[in-house]
């Protein structure tokens, strides 16, 4: 079974949308290689989303995904069997 993993946010500048701003991603696998990168902008609501669907070639383990725009980062986990 290959997974997809759907991933959405909201950004905020205090509570406003941070409307229009560069969002990258970027997925480590559990060996410290990168197996994603993405770029999108967000919405007028300041809201993103990526979908990403393992590949059948992904190691089992804890995957780390970093989501970084300018003054922001956030770090989620997430884990492939």
């Known amino acids: 079974i290959i ?3 759907v991933y ?3 950004f905020l500048w205090g509570k406003t949308p941070l409307r ?8 480590v696998d559990p ?8 770029r999108n902008i967000t919405d007028s609501l300041g809201k993103t989303e990526f979908k ?3 590949d059948k070639n992904w190691v089992s ?3 780390t ?3 970084v725009t300018p003054g922001y980062m956030t770090i989620k986990k997430f884990k492939v069997e």
């Open 20 to 27: 229009g701003a560069v969002i990258a991603i970027q997925i």
């Open 31 to 38: 060996r410290g290689n990168t197996v994603f990168v993405f």
């Open 3 to 5: 997974d997809v993993y």
């Open 61 to 63: 383990g804890e995957y």
């Open 52 to 54: 990403v669907r393992a």
């Open 8 to 10: 959405s946010k909201e």
């Open 65 to 67: 995904v970093y989501i």
